[in-house]
């Protein structure tokens, strides 16, 4: 009978999906922060990404690094211009404003430089508890966790926590998730999300998990 995931358990799971994730390509933002664990690109990188297929961030995130991948060329690059270089992401000319705006903030308050602290990364406009996660783990190698819709939303499917918004369940997972895993729980889950914990009708019967998953809330699956 499957039972649900708890603590103990998270081990065994996460092992699973490391091996099922070797088939399948990394998040785009863990992609770049591969290629160079730089904390502005990966914030950048984080704000593209928002309701943007992978797929499109990645190629739209270089033509931009290509023009500018620090505050102070960024700064410097008209809206129309960066417009054109990050097309078409979710949101473009919203997206422009502010990485612009983003770039001159830190540079006036940070002296250029992207802060490593949750706190003083929400400060920002456009910075919200996903990125500024994201940022802290991917860019700096910090202990943080990163919730999205698929980390939120198969959390909930496997019983490991009962909350009702993802910053509920970042919360409930500080307090539950071992620490040693928090900096691999996002990309794992996003990539297992994508192809086979599908928000409606999940892949149920290509699951590495479905001895463990309990499947709350599933109503239709394959």
Known sequence: MPRRITSETVPIVLRRLRRAAR????PSVSQIAEERRDPFRVLTA?????????????PAAQRLFALADTPQQLA????????????PVGFYHTKARTLRS????????????????IEALLAIKGVGRKTAN???TVGFGK???????????????????????????EFALRES???????????????????????????????????????????HFR
């Open 23 to 26: 088939m399948r390509h990394a």
């Open 46 to 58: 984080c704000i593209l990404s928002l309701r943007t297929k992978d797929e499109t961030t990645g």
């Open 76 to 87: 410097r690059i008209p809206v129309r211009t960066i417009e054109r270089a990050i097309y």
């Open 102 to 117: 983003l770039s001159c903030y830190l540079i006036q308050k940070h002296a250029g430089k992207v802060p490593d602290a």
């Open 134 to 136: 994201l940022v802290v």
């Open 143 to 169: 202990p943080g966790i990163c919730v999205d819709t698929h980390v939120h939303r198969i959390s909930n499917r496997w019983g490991f926590v009962r909350t009702s918004t993802p910053e509920e369940t």
């Open 177 to 219: 998730l071992p620490r040693r895993y928090w900096i691999r729980y996002n990309d794992l889950l996003v990539s297992f999300g994508q192809t086979i914990c599908h928000p409606t009708s999940p892949r149920c019967s290509r699951c590495t998990l479905a001895d463990l998953c309990p499947r709350i809330g599933v109503r």
